[in-house]
């Protein structure tokens, strides 16, 4: 049974969209209309996606999970995010101290670095 993937377009142009598995386009957007209440359209979701050649190129990257503070006010944010391989604790925390994130002028780092793999 093929899926159809359900675009939904309100009156004040915001989008969602929502997935449904029926028999055919008819069906999904008859489904869709009686469920919904703005524009529908329906994007039929392809069975198989061709397989394409592996890339030669493979990036190894760490996953650093950050502890960000001001000793000033007390405030404090996390941050999370992947670097390449190559990015060391200290290059994290010297990128972030003196930033301002979340309202939040760093001046304390706390990193937790953890590996992650390779894409």
Request: hydrophobic share 40%.
């Amino acid at each position: 049974m093929p899926k159809f993937v359900i675009k939904e377009t309100f009156t004040n142009g915001t989008t969602s969209r929502l997935s449904l598995q029926t028999g055919t386009e008819a069906e999904a957007l008859t489904l869709a209309g009686t469920l919904l209440g703005g524009q529908v359209s329906a994007l039929i979701v392809p069975s198989t996606i061709p397989v394409t050649e592996e890339s030669a190129t493979v990036v190894d990257y760490i996953h650093y999970n950050c502890y960000c503070a001001d000793s000033t006010t007390g405030s404090s944010t996390f941050v999370a995010f992947d670097a390449k391989d190559t990015v060391s604790d200290l290059d994290v925390r010297n990128m972030l101290i003196g930033k301002t994130i979340n309202g939040v002028n760093i001046d304390t780092v706390t990193v937790k670095g953890s590996f992650v793999g390779a894409v």
